[in-house]
């Protein structure tokens, strides 16, 4: 019989789980399309006033990139990061949209979720925090049972 502890074990399974290189891949492509759109924006705006349109627009990148770290990562920061950058893509529509119409309830409704998001950051990282010392992992499939 070998002498295996438990995380001798986990760090076993971990190394034997499938490896998925493509997924990182396209959420580096998200993000450097991203890049580009803006500055392809940055030069068609020269001496210009941004519209709703372009906002609205940066918003929508910002989203898509969010939820594809959402769907294609595994580490909980970086899911963590991804449901905070789509949370911002969404405060930055609500701000061009409150502009747009020349009412400040937009930017009430993003200072107040902002607030929030500073609550949610402060509890999200000291759970992260919290399974990674316990677990030494902070991949989400490895928290699909719950127990101690």
């Not at 061009?96 to 990282?125: C, H, K, P, S, Y």
């Amino acid at each position: 019989m070998t002498d295996r502890t438990p995380s001798t074990v986990a760090t076993e399974e971990i190394s034997a789980a499938p490896s998925t290189p493509g997924l990182g891949r396209a959420l580096g492509f998200a993000a450097i399309l991203a890049t580009l759109v803006v500055i392809v924006m940055a030069f068609t705006l020269r001496g210009k006033q941004p519209t709703t349109a372009h906002y609205v627009g940066l918003s929508m990148l910002l989203f898509v990139i969010g939820a594809l770290g959402v769907l294609l990562r595994k580490n909980a920061l970086i899911l963590f990061m991804c449901i905070e950058l789509m949370l911002n893509a969404v405060n930055i529509a609500f701000v061009a949209f409150a502009r747009l119409n020349g009412a400040i309830a937009g930017q009430v409704i993003v200072l107040f979720v902002m607030i929030v998001a500073a609550a949610e950051v402060a509890v999200g990282l000291a759970i992260i925090v919290l399974i990674f010392r316990r677990r030494h992992s902070a991949n989400v499939d490895d928290l699909s049972v719950m127990r101690w």
